[in-house]
């Protein structure tokens, strides 16, 4: 299972929605991409959240405690085999 972490940063352009869109593309069942961007761009998520859904993952967001920083957790569809 491979942990992939990307911070967004302050702004979300079309370079960060490429590098999102690669890292989705070699997911295998059982990991995980999470990713991280500031809450006051948390207005950008329906872009990233449809790009997952196209990517077909299934996503969890969630803010942190402070609520400075937003996240989004992908994970590929369907069950883990074992």
Same mark, same amino acid.
């Given at each position: 299972?491979?942990?992939?972490? !990307?911070?967004?940063?302050?702004?979300?352009?079309?370079?960060?929605?490429?590098?999102?869109? #690669?890292?989705?593309?070699?997911?295998?069942?059982?990991?995980?991409?999470?990713?991280?961007?500031?809450?006051?761009? #948390?207005?950008?998520?329906?872009?990233?959240?449809?790009?997952? #859904?196209?990517?077909?993952?299934?996503?969890?967001?969630?803010?942190?405690?402070?609520?400075?920083?937003?996240? !989004?957790?992908?994970?590929?569809?369907?069950?883990?085999?074992?």
């Amino acid at each position: 299972m491979r942990e992939i972490s !990307i911070n967004l940063g302050p702004s979300i352009e079309q370079g960060d929605l490429e590098i999102v869109r #690669a890292a989705a593309s070699h997911l295998k069942p059982g990991d995980h991409l999470t990713l991280s961007l500031e809450a006051a761009d #948390a207005h950008e998520t329906d872009r990233l959240l449809a790009l997952l #859904a196209d990517a077909n993952l299934d996503c969890q967001t969630h803010g942190s405690h402070s609520g400075q920083t937003f996240f !989004i957790i992908a994970t590929p569809r369907g069950r883990e085999s074992r």
